[in-house]
């Protein structure tokens, strides 16, 4: 039997843990791997990855069943496809602000009829050729999700939840922090106030909400309030968080 896609995964009933990798190192992939979570978000928007060091990523990932999630500098169709040619599970597009930057990320992710995607068959995702049904398959082997971290966004949220072909709408609290004037302070009870109105907006269009929670502490909250999909920390922090753990717990002091 196949294992599910990202695709299915995002539809179905389980609650999907996840995380950030800054760090352009498969170990840490593969780390990130054994430690459990579903799947990692790759970040090329604020990490230093090329698109070589996304592909190492990728594979790491790919050998322990890690989904992998790209999220790209921009909404830019080129590189929206480079990621996917890769075999990456998905496809995260981070400021997306309307309803039409939405269904152009779409376009960008998708082969026609659905979309605009560059074709070539002969790439990694398309198993270099040897997978006869590619083209077709991509719709569930693609996973489209889009950020919503700006004032506009939350404006068009309606209209965003409707566009055909996203199988999630992601919430970035730390960007939505400094859009509402509230800059950083994610707990905020604006930013969460935002925060719930789109998770459950989402809810009503019976479409994945997923969130970053710096804090894995804030998951189950996120669980229980319908959010399927929670990023939490960054490879960064979390190997920070533990490295001055090691160092206080060996000098006897309280961890920090
Ligand atoms: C945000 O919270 O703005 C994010 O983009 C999460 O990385
Ligand atoms: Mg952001």
């Given at each position: 039997?196949?294992?599910?896609?990202?695709?299915?995964?995002?539809?179905?009933?389980?609650?999907?843990?996840?995380?950030?990798?800054?760090i352009?190192?498969?170990?840490?992939?593969?780390?990130?791997?054994?430690?459990?979570?579903?799947?990692?978000?790759?970040?090329?928007?604020?990490?230093?990855?090329?698109?070589?060091?996304?592909?190492?990523?990728?594979?790491?990932?790919d050998?322990?069943?890690?989904?992998t999630v790209?999220?790209?500098?921009?909404?830019?169709?080129?590189?929206?496809?480079?990621v996917?040619?890769?075999?990456?599970?998905?496809?995260?597009?981070?400021?997306?602000?309307?309803?039409?930057?939405a269904?152009?990320?779409?376009?960008?992710?998708?082969?026609?009829?659905?979309?605009?995607?560059?074709?070539n068959?002969?790439?990694?995702?398309?198993?270099?050729?040897?997978?006869?049904?590619?083209?077709?398959?991509?719709?569930?082997?693609?996973?489209?999700?889009?950020?919503?971290?700006?004032?506009?966004?939350?404006?068009?949220?309606?209209?965003?939840l409707?566009?055909?072909?996203?199988?999630?709408?992601?919430?970035?609290?730390?960007?939505?922090?400094?859009?509402?004037?509230?800059?950083?302070r994610?707990?905020?009870?604006?930013?969460?106030a935002?925060?719930?109105?789109?998770?459950?907006?989402?809810?009503?269009?019976q479409?994945?909400?997923?969130?970053f929670?710096?804090?894995?502490?804030?998951?189950?909250?996120?669980?229980?309030?319908?959010?399927?999909?929670?990023?939490?920390?960054?490879?960064?922090?979390?190997?920070?968080?533990?490295?001055?753990?090691?160092?206080?717990?060996?000098?006897?002091?309280?961890?920090?």
């Open positions: 039997m196949t294992r599910p896609s990202l695709v299915e995964r995002l539809a179905g009933p389980d609650n999907l843990l996840g995380t950030f990798n800054l352009p190192s498969p170990e840490v992939i593969e780390l990130i791997a054994l430690a459990g979570f579903d799947l990692v978000i790759v970040d090329m928007e604020h990490g230093p990855h090329q698109l070589g060091q996304v592909h190492a990523a990728v594979l790491a990932a050998a322990h069943g890690l989904a790209v999220r790209v500098r921009s909404l830019d169709p080129p590189a929206i496809g480079a996917l040619d890769l075999g990456a599970s998905g496809v995260l597009v981070p400021h997306v602000e309307s309803a039409a930057d269904a152009a990320v779409v376009r960008s992710a998708r082969f026609a009829p659905e979309g605009e995607r560059g074709a068959p002969w790439v990694r995702a398309g198993g270099f050729g040897a997978r006869q049904n590619w083209f077709a398959d991509t719709r569930r082997d693609v996973a489209v999700l889009v950020m919503i971290e700006g004032k506009n966004a939350l404006a068009d949220l309606p209209r965003i409707a566009v055909p072909g996203l199988d999630a709408v992601f919430l970035g609290p730390v960007d939505l922090s400094h859009a509402l004037g509230v800059p950083g994610i707990d905020h009870p604006t930013v969460l935002a925060l719930e109105r789109a998770v459950d907006l989402a809810a009503a269009r479409l994945t909400a997923g969130v929670a710096p804090e894995p502490a804030a998951a189950p909250g996120w669980w229980r309030q319908g959010v399927r999909l929670v990023a939490c920390g960054v490879d960064t922090g979390l190997i920070r968080s533990a490295l001055c753990g090691a160092v206080a717990v060996a000098h006897g002091r309280d961890q920090r």
